[in-house]
């Protein structure tokens, strides 16, 4: 069973140490079609069967940078097997504003929190079994540098892939917000990939302007999230996009303070 493993992270979070640990010397390196962004592929060293698929490193799912572009639409029309999502662990909560979105996709999740030496010599802590409970995945601490547990993220990911489970995309959004994006995904049903509606619900609240290369709305149905979108922009008075992005950012805070300790000593040290 051939199995396709996609690996997506932050540029810097030491995605291309990963991949190569992986991979070694079986690496293909291409352009994603029609694009001169850099298309990377290899088999991992330990079993020829699972294919890693480096995505361009991006901070988000938006459709402002062709590599997000390039990167979202893979996702969402390759579907690979599962994600690999390499998280730089001393920058914890940017870092994990991208995977709340790949967490939508309707695809199995693996995060590697990496950079973990780092984490350590400066004497935070990370409470990774919290963590992976709260983003409903698993998460592998490694140090993509050193090599520590870099097999091991891997070989999670081909589990989560060979289970083939998605992993279920969390509750962040509440409210008004979260009423307009079910009242979305209700009218999306039937019509696309139901694993994908959460991920194109949030997509077309927030009016992207690529929606169209993701999925096809009817007329009707446009018209219909507008008047939902509207609604929702006038009560909370913010426009679509940053409502999304200020819900998203106080989950995040959730989550750290109940899972990360910073060594206030250190970050002193360092201001
Ligand atoms: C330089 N631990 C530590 N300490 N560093 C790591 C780890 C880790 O686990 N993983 C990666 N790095 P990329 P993207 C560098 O290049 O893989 C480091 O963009 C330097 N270079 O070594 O390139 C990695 O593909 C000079 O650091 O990331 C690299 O995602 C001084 O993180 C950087 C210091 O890794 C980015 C670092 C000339």
């Known amino acids: ?30 352009n994603w079609p029609g694009v001169t962004v850099e298309k990377k592929e290899g088999t991992l060293k330990s079993n020829k069967e699972v294919t890693i698929q480096d995505l361009p490193g991006i901070y988000s799912l938006s459709p402002y940078s062709l590599e997000e572009v390039v990167a979202r639409n893979y996702l969402v029309h390759e579907r690979p097997d599962a994600i690999l999502n390499i998280v ?19 695809i199995p999740v693996v995060v590697a929190l990496n950079m973990m030496d780092l984490v350590e010599r400066n004497g935070d802590q990370i409470n990774v079994d919290q963590l992976s409970k709260l983003l409903g995945c698993k998460v592998v601490t490694i140090s993509a540098l050193k090599g ?8 999670q990911a081909a589990l989560a892939a060979k289970a083939g489970e998605a992993t279920a995309a969390p509750s962040i959004f509440y409210g008004d917000v979260k009423k307009s994006l079910d009242a979305i995904s209700d009218l999306l049903k039937g019509k696309t990939d139901a694993k994908t509606i959460p991920f194109l619900s949030v997509k077309l609240f927030e009016r992207d302007e690529k929606i169209n290369e993701l999925v096809t709305i009817s007329e009707s149905d446009q018209e219909q999230i507008e008047t939902i979108v509207n609604a929702c922009e006038q009560k909370a008075d913010d426009d679509a996009e940053s409502i999304i992005t200020a819900q998203r950012y106080e989950y995040l805070t959730q989550i750290i303070s109940k899972s990360v300790k910073k060594n206030k000593q250190s970050h002193e040290l360092t201001i």
């Open 1 to 30: 069973m051939s199995i396709k493993i996609a690996l997506a992270g932050n540029p810097n979070s030491g995605k291309t140490t990963l991949f190569n640990h992986l991979t070694g010397s079986r690496q293909h390196v291409g």
């Open 88 to 106: 730089d662990a001393t920058n914890i909560e940017r870092n994990l504003y991208l995977t709340t979105q790949l967490l939508e996709l309707g």
């Open 148 to 155: 520590t547990n870099t097999l091991e993220a891997a070989n």
